[in-house]
Structures are given as structure tokens and as C-alpha cells.
């Protein structure tokens, strides 16, 4: 079956997480990614996180479905390489500080001459214009920067970040969704062009109308913990084993069925409970009473009954329950990918399904350089150019 982006040539110039996410969900369908690293410094997260006989397993999973070459870049032999496998390039993904391939002789403008359906999509911490432009930016910062921060934890507690990198994910996926506008307006026009994405915007895209109430209202939303302004109850309860569950009633049948089953069907009388706003400012006697009945409870026999009444609750899961819940089984969530360092790994899979091109894992992360030669004998190096850039370190 041919997926969806056979055919389609990316070379991925970026470290870490937001521009190879991007350029990853590309290769899951099909699309040749090309990582290019450099000879001597290596993509960094190669040593982030847990490693297996010196192996990163991050990497593993950040790398799958990509072939990975060595480049000095800075290196006028380097460049040249370069714009020759830009040449027949469909997508450039370069997350460098704004101004780095501009320096090289590698800015789109450049690529353009002799390239011009190539989109060049650049990822940067706050985007290619403005006062902040050139100052280093992470994650992390966008976190802070976007109001995630600011309106999570809990209300007498500091400002919270996640223990992941989820702006770089946010972006990493708005970055693959910006290419695909750009290959498709490229479809109609025979032109590629530049997607200019600052990772301090995708997540803020995420949190909701802040903006909007903010202008509207002079609103800025609190740090409630894991309660919710708009709904109650809504939060976390500890079993009596121990574990936690998560409750949602953001609909009004939801919370009167929560509130029957844990036997205070008296308070769906209330004039207050009829709306979210009016349930979130009682918040305190709604949650006393679902955590009061939860808390006798061991999780199993909460989440049946929950569901006998059909209303919404969740497993509090850890990575190992995830692997051994039936429901995530069936949808094929976590895959076994063959790797030749490891054997078989499991990772996550592909985010959805589609029924007739339907994206997979072809391997996991390959190791530094290990594609160099196959990929410049493609663009037709020949032996000996290729044994004197590696014997100057270009590659």
C-alpha cells in the first residue's frame, strides 16, 4: 500500500524536539526523511533521559523512520553538499537561531534560486522577526511565555511546568500540519515557500480564549490546581487502594448521574447546579462528596460503577498500566519497532489511524552518520570525494 507521502523528500536540519517531531510525523507517512547532524555534535537528545548499554532511548523513538547523515554545515564543502541534496528537495525543516543558514549562504532565498518548490519550514523559539528573534529558546520558555505556566498548579502554589516537553510537541505537530498546507498550496501554485513557526505560539493556541477574555473581561485565569472554572466536580480522588481516578462533567447529565451515584442526588436541586459556573463555585461541597464515596472504594470497583451509571471517570495510569489496558491494546497505541541495537522496542505509535493509507513505523532511530555514504552516493559523490570530506570532517 503506498502511503500517503511516498515520494516526498525531507531533510531535517534541527535538534531536539519541535523541528525532528515535525519532520518525524512527515516520515510516519511515507515521507523520506533525511536528519542531517553534525560530524562531531551529535543531536542531543541521543543522551537525554534512560539509556540501555549506552544506547539513549529517546533518541529511539525521536529518530524512527529517518535516515541519518553527517554534516558540517559551516564548512563551504559542507554547505555545497547541501544545496545539492536541497536540489530535489520537497521540505527543509532547519530550526537553528534566525540568521544561522542566512550566514552559511543556505537562506530561502538562496534555496529558492535553484529550488523553488521547496518549502522551508523554520522553527524557532520566537519566530524570525521581533525583538527576541535571536535569543536562544526552548520549550520551557514557551511555557512561561504563553500563560500555560501562569495558570497551572495549584492556587496557593507557584507556577507549574510539565515534566515533559509539551510546547515542543504542540509545535511539533503544528509543524507538520503547517507543511502539509504548504504541499498542498504548493499543488495549486508549483511554488514552495516559508512557514515561519515560533514555538511560543502553537501552545498558546492550545489554552483557550485567555486572549479573548482577557480584552473582553480584563479576565485572567487562576491557578485552580485540577478543578476547572467552567465545571464541578472535576478533579482527582484517591481509592482506597491507593490509586487515583479522574472525573469530567463538563455536561449537565454527566454531573447529575456522578451526584446520584455517590448518593447526593439532593444537590441536582439546587438552583446553582444547573450550570458549570454555578457547580465550580461549589466546587468544595461537590468534590467533598465524590471524594468522600471514592475514597472507600478500591479503583477497580469505582471505575465499574461509573461506568454502570455512565459517567465519566479515568485511571490515574503510570506507562505500565497504559501497556496493559485492554482499550489502548485495540487501537494498537504501542507498537513493537525492529532496531538493531536493541531488538524489538516499544514505543508509542503513529497518534491516529486512517483506513486506506494508514502511517507506520519502519525502524526506530537509526545511529550518528549511519546513512551518510548511501545518501551522497545517491546524489552522485563519488568514492574518493566522499573519503576526503570525511578525512577533513565535513562529514
Known sequence: MTAPLDGVKVVELATLFAGPLAAG??????????????PDKPDPSRGHGPAKDGVGLWWKVLGRNKRTITLN??????????????????VLVENFRP???ERWGLGPEVLHEFNPRLVVARISGFGQIGPYARRPGFGTLAEAMSGFAAATGEPDGPPTLPPFGLADS???????????????????????????????????AMLGPQITWYDQLGYRAPRLGN????????NTYRCADGSWVAVSTSALSIAERVMTLVGRADLI???????????????DELDAAVGEWIAKRDRAEV??????????????????????????QALGTAVSVPDEDLGPVRMQN??????????????????????????????????????????????
Open 303 to 328: 471505575v465499574a460503577a461509573f461506568e454502570a451509571a455512565q459517567a465519566a471517570v479515568a485511571p490515574v495510569y503510570d506507562v505500565a498500566d497504559i501497556l496493559a489496558d485492554p482499550q489502548y
Open 227 to 234: 478543578r476547572s472554572a467552567n465545571n464541578a466536580p472535576r
Open 350 to 395: 503513529v497518534p491516529f489511524r486512517m483506513s486506506a493509507t494508514p502511517g507506520t513505523i519502519r525502524h526506530a532511530g537509526r545511529r550518528h552518520g549511519q546513512d551518510t555514504d548511501d545518501v551522497l552516493r545517491e546524489l552522485g559523490l563519488p568514492d574518493e570525494q566522499v573519503a576526503a570530506l570525511r578525512e577533513r570532517g565535513v562529514i
Open 25 to 38: 510525523f512527515l516520515g510516519d507517512f511515507g515521507a523520506d526523511v533525511i536528519k542531517v547532524e553534525h
Open 269 to 283: 436541586t439546587q438552583p446553582w447546579f444547573a450550570t458549570g459556573s454555578g457547580r465550580a463555585a461549589h466546587a
Open 170 to 204: 504542540v509545535t511539533g505537530l503544528a509543524g507538520a500540519y503547517a507543511v502539509m498546507l504548504a504541499l498542498a498550496a504548493r499543488e495549486r501554485t508549483g511554488a514552495g515557500q516559508v512557514v515561519d513557526l515560533a514555538i511560543i505560539e502553537p501552545i498558546m
Open 99 to 101: 540568521g544561522t543558514l
Open 73 to 90: 554545515l559551516s564548512d563551504p564543502d559542507g554547505a555545497q553538499v547541501l544545496r545539492q541534496l536541497l536540489a530535489d528537495t520537497d
